[in-house]
């Protein structure tokens, strides 16, 4: 049984560039608002529509709302190592899940296949979730630019979420919103990044079918 993409809508460039966005703006919110000015870098992101229902905008417009300390102080109360322990939610799926046998190793196998490099002060935390968000929007766009295998960038999409993705944010996100105000930015974010992931998925999982090349 092979899988190959039927589905013309999904070969187009506004399909690809949209979802590239979409994953790259969620990488930025959940950045460290110590490391990068998420706030002034989506600003400049333009936004265009999506092959499913999600209201991108409203996210951004509510993390727009909170001033750069404001990010600080509830991104490093909620995510980052403190005078105490370790931090309450840790945002990397390694310490998230309890560091599982060979996820890194995965991590790795997925990033050297699709020549994915991250810059040297960032491999040590090649779980970060900002990380895999980014590596999900370099995919997307590998499948637009790749002229002769875009369904491995398809394939690998898909795997990806499904393998990492949706393996842990989903708890994250209910683990937030617990430890969060409700009206808390990181709380928001990840409820909503958990509700486009699943939207995503089912897209992938539509516009890739699965036939029978063997003759069976």
Same mark, same amino acid.
Request: charged share 30%; net charge negative; with cysteine.
């Given at each position: 049984?092979?899988?190959?993409?039927?589905?013309?809508?999904?070969?187009?460039?506004?399909?690809?560039?949209?979802?590239?966005?979409?994953?790259?703006?969620? %990488?930025?919110?959940? %950045?460290?608002?110590? #490391?990068?000015?998420?706030?002034?870098?989506?600003?400049?992101?333009?936004?265009?529509?999506?092959?499913?229902?999600?209201?991108?905008?409203?996210?951004?417009?509510? @993390?727009?709302?909170?001033?750069?300390?404001?990010?600080?102080?509830?991104?490093?109360?909620?995510?980052?190592?403190?005078?105490?322990?370790?931090?309450?939610?840790?945002?990397?799926?390694?310490? @998230?899940?309890?560091?599982?046998?060979?996820?890194?190793?995965?991590?790795?196998?997925?990033?050297?296949?699709?020549?994915?490099? &991250?810059?040297?002060?960032?491999?040590?935390?090649?779980?970060? &979730?900002?990380?895999?968000?980014?590596?999900?929007? @370099?995919?997307?766009?590998?499948?637009?630019?790749?002229?002769?295998?875009?369904?491995?960038?398809?394939?690998?999409?898909?795997?990806?979420?499904?393998?990492?993705? &949706?393996?842990?944010?989903?708890?994250?996100?209910?683990?937030?919103?617990?430890?969060?105000? #409700?009206?808390?930015?990181?709380?928001?974010?990840?409820?909503?990044?958990?509700? @486009?992931? #699943?939207?995503?998925?089912?897209?992938?999982?539509?516009?890739?079918?699965?036939?029978?090349?063997?003759?069976?």
């Amino acid at each position: 049984m092979d899988r190959v993409c039927l589905d013309t809508t999904r070969m187009t460039e506004a399909t690809a560039v949209s979802r590239a966005t979409a994953y790259a703006i969620f %990488s930025l919110l959940i %950045s460290s608002p110590h #490391e990068v000015n998420p706030r002034d870098k989506i600003t400049d992101i333009q936004l265009s529509e999506l092959p499913f229902d999600f209201d991108l905008e409203k996210i951004m417009n509510d @993390f727009s709302l909170n001033d750069e300390d404001t990010l600080k102080k509830q991104f490093s109360a909620l995510f980052e190592i403190g005078d105490h322990g370790p931090p309450p939610i840790p945002i990397r799926e390694d310490l @998230f899940l309890n560091q599982p046998a060979k996820l890194k190793e995965d991590l790795v196998r997925f990033y050297e296949h699709f020549g994915y490099e &991250l810059d040297e002060g960032f491999q040590w935390q090649m779980d970060h &979730l900002s990380i895999q968000l980014e590596f999900m929007h @370099f995919l997307a766009m590998g499948e637009f630019e790749e002229q002769k295998d875009k369904l491995s960038y398809q394939l690998g999409q898909l795997d990806f979420t499904q393998k990492h993705l &949706l393996n842990w944010v989903p708890k994250l996100a209910e683990q937030l919103s617990v430890l969060s105000k #409700e009206d808390e930015i990181y709380a928001k974010i990840s409820i909503e990044l958990k509700t @486009f992931l #699943e939207h995503d998925l089912k897209w992938q999982e539509k516009t890739i079918t699965t036939i029978d090349e063997s003759g069976g």
